[in-house]
């Protein structure tokens, strides 16, 4: 099964940044939209932030601001930029992807996942 590779987590001061990345294998084609999502133990899989192929994004209320996603098409690759980390971002986090030009609404309505990456914000 394919699955989309996740690298960049740790453990960080609160206050400190980290740079997510996300590579979607080049046997997937026509990947239009990638998203971030993040889970806390005992908490629900959640939006973190969405970018289509033309670059439109959007961010969950909590992170606009902090977290910057971005993608490059060339390299088949996501990037989450996170900045002001905070305690309450900890979290195991998910890059996925679909093949629709507009973001899903849904988690499950993704077509692919990664493994996941975990963050830990803590001093």
């Known amino acids: 099964q394919v699955e989309l590779a996740e690298s960049g987590g740790g453990l960080v001061q609160p206050g400190g940044s980290l740079r997510l990345s996300c590579v979607v294998p080049?046997?997937?084609?026509?990947?239009?939209?990638m998203g971030w999502y993040r889970q806390a133990p005992g908490k629900q899989r959640e939006l973190v932030a969405t970018?289509?192929?033309?670059?439109?994004?959007k961010y969950a209320e909590g992170v606009t601001g902090r977290f910057t996603i971005s993608r490059d098409n060339a390299e088949n690759t996501v990037y989450l930029e996170m900045n002001s980390l905070k305690p309450e971002d900890t979290a195991y986090y998910y890059c996925a992807a679909a093949g629709g030009a507009v973001p899903p609404s849904r988690a499950d309505d993704y077509d692919y996942w990664g493994q996941g990456t975990q963050v830990t914000v803590s001093s």
């Open positions: 970018v289509t192929d033309g670059g439109s994004r």
């Open positions: 080049r046997s997937l084609l026509n990947i239009k939209s």
